[in-house]
């Protein structure tokens, strides 16, 4: 059943916010998955990465988003210079960030493409559209096939940055990311009590000096 923005009502989330780099400049966090990225407009929705991070650096700044269920490494900025430059970086598609995720089935290639345009439709739903999405494209390498169940565990290299991209060019070839609430099966979902997908690697040049900061978090599935 498709809910209105304003009817979902985040679980509590108990786990903690990582702090994995810090300088003048920049913070590296990984979040926990159940956590928004930004507070919603429902007041129940208030827990957020940013709420929390907040409170403890006032100046802190979002430059990108994980999904609720999204687990794994991002960056914010800690000054307005630094939040111009990486949100320049981000739209000039120069940040590189690495996923890992787990998908139901069995891929038949070892490597690939999935490029299907991704455009908005029913709140929290996205969807393939050729004549009105934006261009979407994610590369995957399969890293272990899983048995019992079938399952195939994956590292994505999405070359875009659409909403739920992973999630729903993983549904429209056939294997949902296990713990999938909104692209996957009824099987799917109750094959994880969470999304298994976790943004294991990031990549980005610091605003200030230019050097290339490379950080990555293990994954914990």
Same mark, same amino acid.
């Given at each position: 059943m498709k809910t209105q923005a304003d009817d979902f009502v985040a679980p509590l989330?108990? #786990? *903690?916010?990582? %702090?994995? !780099?810090k300088d003048h400049h920049i913070l590296v966090?990984?979040?926990?998955?159940?956590?928004?990225?930004?507070?919603?407009?429902?007041?129940?929705n208030i827990d957020s990465v940013h709420f929390r991070i907040k409170q403890l650096f006032?100046?802190?700044?979002?430059?990108?988003?994980? !999904?609720?269920?999204?687990?794994?490494?991002? %960056?914010? @900025?800690?000054?307005?210079?630094?939040n111009a430059h990486l949100t320049k970086q981000f739209q000039n598609r120069t940040v590189?960030?690495? $996923?890992?995720?787990?998908? #139901?089935?069995?891929?038949?290639? !070892? *490597?690939?493409?999935?490029?299907?345009?991704? @455009?908005?439709?029913?709140?929290p739903f996205q969807k393939i559209c050729r004549l009105s999405g934006k261009t979407a494209?994610?590369? $995957?390498? %399969?890293? *272990?096939?899983?048995?019992?169940?079938?399952?195939?565990?994956?590292?994505?290299?999405?070359?875009?940055?659409?909403?739920?991209?992973?999630?729903?060019h993983s549904r429209e070839i056939g294997h949902p990311i296990v713990g999938c609430d909104l692209y996957g099966t009824e099987k799917t979902r109750s094959m994880a009590d969470r999304l298994l997908l976790h943004a294991v690697g990031l990549e980005f040049d610091h605003p200030i000096?230019? *050097?290339?900061?490379?950080?990555?978090?293990?994954?914990p599935f």
């Open positions: 989330c108990r #786990d *903690e916010i990582a %702090v994995v !780099d966090i990984e979040k926990p998955s159940g956590l928004l990225s930004l507070s919603g407009k429902n007041p129940l006032p100046s802190a700044m979002m430059v990108h988003r994980l !999904d609720f269920g999204t687990s794994g490494l991002m %960056v914010l @900025a800690l000054n307005k210079a630094a590189t960030k690495r $996923y890992v995720s787990v998908l #139901d089935g069995q891929l038949d290639h !070892d *490597e690939g493409v999935i490029d299907f345009p991704i @455009a908005k439709d029913q709140f494209t994610s590369h $995957y390498q %399969v890293l *272990e096939r899983l048995s019992k169940p079938i399952r195939t565990r994956v590292m994505f290299t999405p070359m875009t940055g659409r909403t739920h991209q992973l999630r729903i000096t230019g *050097e290339r900061i490379v950080v990555n978090s293990p994954c």
